[in-house]
């Protein structure tokens, strides 16, 4: 599985962007793609994540409500909506995927690029 994410940049505090991350190779519909997230001198940290066959997703408790996750399936593709950024969202975004919940970076064994999202106060 290969995972190419795109769309991170800079944007004002209160501002929105959206990432995408397309997925190539076999992808089953019980495995889930979500996103993780890097501050400089941080640990990486989960963010979100969606099952490619159903609605279930996952968020964590510092974005609920001003993150969502979606998917299209025909596109291979997740995209990770982003409103009312704060300064604290600033990070290296990663896009995961693996074959069940965790938010533990070791569980999810594929990895995208990164893809850089700076918020500015």
């Known amino acids: 599985v290969q995972l190419q994410a795109s769309g991170g940049g800079l944007v004002q505090a209160g501002g929105s962007l959206r990432l995408s991350c397309a997925a190539s190779?076999?992808?089953?519909?019980?495995?889930?793609m979500g996103w993780f997230r890097q501050a400089p001198g941080k640990e990486r940290e989960f963010v979100t994540a969606i099952r490619w066959g159903s609605d279930l997703r996952y968020y964590a408790d510092s974005v609920k409500g001003r993150f969502a996750i979606s998917r299209d399936n025909a596109k291979n593709t997740v995209y990770l909506q982003m409103d009312s950024l704060k300064p604290e969202d600033t990070a290296v975004y990663y896009c995961v995927t693996g074959s069940r919940y965790s938010r533990r970076p070791d569980d999810y064994p594929y990895w995208g690029q990164g893809t850089q999202v700076t918020v500015s106060s």
């Open positions: 190779g076999r992808i089953f519909s019980s495995s889930l």
